[in-house]
């Protein structure tokens, strides 16, 4: 099995530190949930409009994304706990809505998009350029869609692949310029006039284009902290994130911290954190709002089990 190191360029009071990065059904949380496809934002209206009761689905994904600290001792298992709990019925909704949809193009959409994944994410390394082709090709097509659950669908997996493994970025935009296209203009295309989003798909789409902008300093923050290809445990302090919170300039940025940390923080350091900066340090206070913000959110859909309808509220960040 191969796994990743991340050490920190910034922090060089630290050894290198090292994450254990093992496959999405290798990694689950206390309650069996991934706070990753709970993360919605709370500044999206509250009059969200769901699917009605008479179109749930009945799906049990095999596709999950369940990197947490939830099961580590402090902070970050109380940090993953809530998390877990307010994105079970999101997790649900999203995993549960796909074949009564459509059987037959959700599940080659599920199964294709799985296929560029954590093990796949090494051939931008070691594979030949048709490989590396294949997958950029894979994601943005999913992600240029017309059908919006399938868009969603590969949002979250741009997203959680480029967190594992930010060359990702590159390889995307390297793959569109072969192609005679702009990189810059990638995103604007998936979401077209006209259409009325759900805050859930619009909240990914924020994220999976601070992903793949070009000028995107929380990514080249993340990038800093240089994944490796080694057989290590996962550990990384608090102070390992400040470079990536310090980068964040919006609220979708800080989000995206704050996903990048539910993968990788061990829980420690945070006490050492306040103790030496006190409560009014501005990464802290960041930190501690943009968490409560994600969290209030992923329950603002009351424990419903549906998915938020395609065409929802239209908002922005």
């Known amino acids: 099995m191969r796994r990743n190191t991340i050490s920190s360029k910034t922090q060089t009071d630290h050894a290198p530190i090292r994450i254990d990065v093992r496959t999405e059904s290798q990694v689950v949380t206390d309650s069996g949930a991934s706070p990753y496809t709970s993360s919605v934002s709370p500044l999206l209206p509250r009059e969200v409009q769901w699917l009605s ?42 995993g549960t809505m796909a074949y009564r949809a459509g059987l037959g193009r959700y599940a080659r959409a599920e199964t294709s998009l799985q296929r560029t994944g954590p093990s796949s994410l090494f051939i931008y390394e070691d594979t030949d350029e048709k490989s590396r082709e294949r997958v950029c090709k894979t994601l943005l097509e ?46 604007f295309s998936w979401k077209r006039p006209g259409v009325d989003y759900s805050s859930l798909w619009l909240y990914h789409y924020q994220l999976v284009s601070i992903c793949l902008s070009p000028d995107s300093p929380i990514m ?16 990384l302090h608090f102070s390992h994130f400040i470079g990536v919170l310090r980068s964040c300039r919006s609220v979708p940025d800080s989000m995206l911290a704050i996903e990048f940390m539910d993968r990788f ?9 306040i103790k030496q900066n006190g409560f009014k340090d501005p990464i802290l206070f960041n930190f501690a709002t943009t968490l409560l913000k994600r969290y209030e959110f992923a329950l603002s859909n009351n424990g419903s089990t549906t998915l938020p309808r395609e065409c929802g509220n239209q908002c922005a960040f």
């Open 142 to 187: 999913y992600a240029s869609s017309t059908n919006l659950i399938i868009q969603l669908m590969a949002f979250r997996r741009i997203v959680y692949n480029a967190i594992l493994y930010p060359p990702l970025r590159s390889a995307i935009n390297n793959h569109r310029k072969k192609r005679g296209e702009t990189p810059g203009l990638l995103t």
């Open 53 to 94: 009761q008479s179109e749930e689905y009945s799906y049990a994904s095999t596709w999950s994304t369940n990197y947490t600290v939830s099961n580590l001792t402090g902070p970050g298992r109380i940090i993953g706990n809530a998390l877990s709990s307010a994105g079970s019925s999101l997790e649900r909704q999203l």
């Open 265 to 273: 923080w061990s829980g420690g350091g945070l006490e050492e954190y």
């Open 220 to 235: 080249d923050s993340i990038s800093n902290l240089e994944c490796r290809i080694e057989d290590t445990d996962r550990i």
